[in-house]
């Protein structure tokens, strides 16, 4: 049992940052690896950025250069730095945390890049 809590969504402009935030409790023993997916309206949910428990990470092509995902493993939380943001950007993003048997998901959190 895993849950997961994010924040630090919101409204930016383009070119601006958000750092989003997701603490993980239950039974961390158990998560391999963490990231962040989103869905923007009538598309289908992507993997943004992961990063495994060695600290190994991979990005989607459309923010390689601008987001950076890391992890606090003592604090049980992984953040994602978003910056230069485009209104492409747009959409709820939704925490993750995996393990050997099961995908956990957190609530989500909307991002907004609108001038």
Do not use: H
């Not at 969504?9 to 023993?29: D, T, W, Y």
């Not at 391999?32 to 990470?57: C, D, F, H």
């Not at 250069?65 to 890391?70: D, K, P, Q």
């Not at 604090?75 to 950007?89: A, F, R």
């Amino acid at each position: 049992q895993v849950q997961l809590v994010e924040s630090g969504g919101g409204l930016v402009q383009p070119g601006g940052s958000l750092r989003l935030s997701c603490a993980a409790s239950g039974s961390i023993f158990s998560i391999n690896a963490m990231g962040w997916y989103r869905q923007a309206p009538g598309k289908q949910r992507e993997l943004v950025a992961a990063i495994t428990k060695g600290g190994s990470t991979n990005y989607a092509d459309s923010v390689k250069g601008r987001f950076t995902i890391s992890r606090d493993n003592a604090k049980n939380t992984v953040y994602l730095q978003m910056n230069s943001l485009k209104p492409e950007d747009t959409a709820v993003y939704y925490c993750y945390a995996g393990t050997p048997t099961y995908d956990w998901w957190g609530q989500g959190t909307q991002v907004t890049v609108s001038s």
